[in-house]
């Protein structure tokens, strides 16, 4: 029998697109779907007030991506970044500690885990594995934000031009900037090198494990169209979108090509810079009504 392996590598990546597409499509086109349904449906959400975002000019709109006040905005944001421990509370800094903690504790397991799936071999994981671990490429979530951004333009949905505006600046920060400079500093090397799992050598290039990159883009990508679409519909796309990322964290280590201790790493640091950007507040400059708390209640202030 004459085999095709290019065109067989051809639908098999065809088919992982496809799956992306439809998990895409249903998150975006849901929120502007769901505004169109009519007004007895108990399932309705609130009506995204898309004339607010309007009467920001375009330019002006840090929302907006590609606007001028985005790009400054970016700017704005990459000086705050590395000044934001400064800044933490108790509570940040038990969240920072637990992901510390997690990924140090997992170095226990790390070598066990490796060693064990060299021989546990799974037909079912390893279809789930080639769909989840996409979830973190690049290359997959450009459509995913090309898509949402055509998507947004078109129903003249604010909230889906923020998920765009915070998940590329969120994808970018920590897998772009944060990722890189940790593994790096690290220097620890892939599974499948097959060296001591606690080696690590600072400095070092081609030693690119700690932590885990398409983790990390994976929780930001989720993190942000999950903050962005609760205020919504609540907690409905969260178990789609984690399970999402969870599941190209799992991908990594089951393809030997990340330690669990890295994934967790990876997951927490996606998840901490997609929660800040989603939830840092924007626009500020072009608010023109402010409530501000004044004694034992509040006033209404009006810049002009």
């Not at 088919?15 to 086109?29: D, E, R, T």
């Not at 849901?30 to 399932?43: C, H, K, R, Y």
Request: glycine letters at 8%; a positive charge; charged letters at 15%.
């Amino acid at each position: 029998m004459i085999s095709y392996p290019k065109i067989q590598q051809s639908n098999h990546a065809m088919k992982k697109l496809s799956v992306y597409i439809l998990i895409s499509l249903s998150l975006i086109l849901t929120p502007s779907f769901a505004e169109t349904a009519g007004a007895d449906s108990a399932l309705q959400p609130k009506k995204d007030n898309y004339s607010d975002f309007q009467s920001i000019k375009w330019t002006k709109n840090e929302n907006f991506f590609g606007s001028p006040a985005y790009l400054k905005r970016l700017g704005k944001d990459l000086v705050e970044m590395p000044q934001k421990p400064l800044h933490w509370d108790k509570n940040d800094w038990a969240i920072a500690g637990g992901i510390v903690g997690g990924s140090l504790l997992a170095f226990t397991i790390d070598d066990i885990v490796r060693q064990n799936l060299k021989t546990q071999r799974s037909g079912f994981f390893t279809s789930l594995s080639d769909i989840t671990t996409h979830w973190g490429d690049w290359k997959q979530q450009i459509p995913i934000f090309a898509g949402t951004y055509i998507v947004a333009l078109a129903t003249k949905d604010a909230t889906l031009h923020k998920i765009v505006a915070d998940g590329i600046e969120a994808s970018v920060f920590a897998a772009g900037i944060i990722n890189p400079i940790l593994v790096y500093a690290t220097g620890r090397d892939l599974p499948n090198a097959n060296e001591n799992a606690m080696t690590f050598k600072p400095m070092t290039p081609g030693r690119y494990s700690f932590p885990s990159g398409h983790t990390t883009a994976a929780f930001a990508l989720s993190t942000v169209i999950d903050q962005n679409l609760r205020a919504k519909f609540g907690y409905w796309q969260t178990p789609i979108v984690y399970a999402m990322a969870a599941g190209c964290g799992i991908s990594r280590v089951y393809d030997h090509t990340h330690y669990v201790s890295e994934v967790i790493f990876g997951a927490g640091v996606g998840w901490a810079v997609g929660y800040w950007i989603s939830n840092k507040p924007r626009n500020q400059d072009e608010q023109t009504v402010f409530i501000l708390p004044f004694d034992n209640g509040a006033k209404i202030a009006y810049k002009f």
